[in-house]
C-alpha cells in the first residue's frame, strides 16, 4: 500500500460490473489508493442487510485496469467490514459507496443499499459519502455525476474530516448545461407510496408485484429533492444516532408515570 | 372490522412460528382488534430491506387462536406495506413488532428487521414500537417482556400519539425479581466490532463466516446499554430525518466555496 496516498475503498449495491461503480472508479482513481469491493450481483434494496446465515464468498477479480478488485457474494454492508477485516486489514482514509442508477434522496436513504455500505463506514469512523444519479437507465450519462464526485472527493481529502462524516449526494439527470451546482441541503419528507400489482400465477396462487409513486410531503425550499428538482446535486449530511430528542423531551413530561 | 377497537397491526422479523411474536400476541390481543402478517421465514439482519425483483407471497394461516394472521414471502417491511394495501386496505391505529429474540439496542437498530417494520408504519403516520428481549435462545422467557409490552402499548392507546412515534424497546434478560423498571433513553454509541472466521470449503475455496464482539464506546449514564445493564427495559424514541444538522451547520461554513 502508497503510504503517501490516501486509500480509498470504493464500493456500490448495483454489483461490481454496473456502469455507475466504473464511474465513481475513474472520477476519484488519481486522488489515492484506489481498492474496489463490491457486490458480485444487483443488491438494489437490501437496506442495511447484513449475511449471518451464510457464509460470505470473496474473490480478487480483474474489472477495473490498474485497481485492486474483489467481489463479494455479499451485501454492500458485508463488502465494507470484509475489506476493512480481510483486505485492507487497516481502515481506510475514505469510503466511496455508488455511483448508484437511481435516487436515494428523502426517505429513499433508508432504503439504500448504496447508503447503508457508507453508513456502515461512517459509524467505523471512516468520512464517508454515498453518490446516486437520478437515472435508472444502464446507459445513463455519468459526465455531470463524476464532476460531482470529483468536487467533493477533493474536498474531503482537503483537510481531516469529522470522524463520522457522511454525506448522502444525489445527482440530477441533466446535461452539463442543465447543472446548477452543488447544494447542501436537509432530508425531505417525501417518499413513495407503495401499492401493489395483484396477479395470479398459471396454477391460479396470487401474488403481488410492488409498484408506487413518488410524493413530496415537503413544502420545504431547504430539502434534497427541491435542490435535485431545481437541477443541483443535493449534498445531505447524515447521522446513525436516530434517537428523537424532541419526542424524549415530550416523553418525559407526558409518560412520567411509566418511563 | 371492530369499529370501536383500535387495529393493532403485529409483524416481527423472526418468522411467524418464533415464540416472540406468539409472546406478543399474547401480550395485547384483549387491548385491540389485533391483526398478524409476518414473514413465513426468519428474517434477522435484513435491515430495512423491501422486494422489488421478485413478486411476494402472502397467505391467510392459522397460528394464533382467534386472530386474523397471514405469512407473507416477504421481509417485516414488506409485510408493513403489504398488510396496509392488501389485507386492511386502511392504516392501523398502531403497528407493533417483535418481540425479537436477541437485542436491537444501540447502533444495532439499523441492522434490525423488528424495527424496520416499525419504522416503515411510523414513516406512514402509524405510532409504532419494536420490541426485542435480549435472549437469542427459542425457549428465552417472555414473562417480563410481555408485562413491558402490556404497559406501553397500554400507554400508547390511552390519548392520540405523535404521528411518527416510533419506540425502540428493548427488554433485560432477568426475571421478575431482578426488574427495574422501564427508562426512556438515548441511543448509545456502542456496536458489534466484526471480523470473519476465514475458511477452506471441500473443494479448497475460501469462504467466511461473520463473527464479533459487542463494544460500548460510550460512557453516558443516559443510553439504552447502560439502562439494560442495570435492569431497566430502554425505550429509545427513534426519528427518520436523518439529517445530522450539525455537520450540515459545520458544512456551510467551512465547504463555503463548494455548497
Request: with cysteine; net charge negative; glycine share 8%.
Amino acid at each position: 500500500m502508497d503510504q503517501k496516498k490516501p486509500v480509498i475503498l470504493i464500493t456500490n449495491d448495483d454489483g461490481i460490473t454496473a456502469p455507475g461503480i466504473r464511474a465513481l472508479v475513474e472520477a476519484v482513481k488519481d486522488l489515492g489508493q484506489v481498492i474496489v469491493v463490491a457486490p458480485d450481483s444487483p443488491q438494489s434494496g437490501m437496506g442495511h442487510a447484513i449475511t449471518i446465515g451464510t457464509p460470505l464468498r470473496l474473490n480478487k477479480v480483474s474489472v477495473f485496469e490498474g485497481i485492486e478488485s474483489w467481489q463479494c457474494s455479499g451485501t454492500p454492508v458485508d463488502c465494507v467490514k470484509l475489506a476493512r477485516d480481510k483486505i485492507l486489514h487497516r481502515k481506510p482514509d475514505i469510503c466511496l459507496s455508488g455511483i448508484n442508477h437511481g435516487a436515494n434522496h428523502s426517505i429513499n436513504l433508508i432504503y439504500s443499499g448504496t447508503m447503508s455500505a457508507a453508513m456502515e463506514a461512517a459509524i467505523e469512523g471512516i468520512p464517508s459519502a454515498g453518490f446516486s444519479l437520478l437515472d435508472f437507465s444502464f446507459d445513463a450519462d455519468f459526465t455531470v455525476a463524476k464532476k460531482v464526485v470529483r468536487n467533493i472527493v477533493t474536498r474531503m481529502l482537503k483537510e481531516t474530516m469529522p470522524e463520522h462524516l457522511l454525506l448522502n449526494v444525489n445527482i440530477p439527470k441533466v446535461d452539463e448545461a442543465g447543472f446548477k451546482g452543488i447544494k447542501l441541503c436537509r432530508q425531505a419528507y417525501a417518499k413513495w407510496e407503495e401499492n401493489f400489482d395483484h396477479r395470479v400465477d398459471p396454477r391460479g396462487k396470487d401474488y403481488f408485484w410492488m409498484v408506487g409513486r413518488f410524493v413530496n410531503m415537503d413544502q420545504g425550499d431547504d430539502t434534497d429533492v427541491q435542490a435535485l428538482h431545481d437541477g443541483f446535486a443535493s449534498v445531505v449530511p447524515v447521522k446513525f444516532d436516530l434517537t428523537d430528542y424532541k419526542i424524549k423531551d415530550w416523553m418525559q413530561d407526558t409518560w412520567k408515570e411509566l418511563v
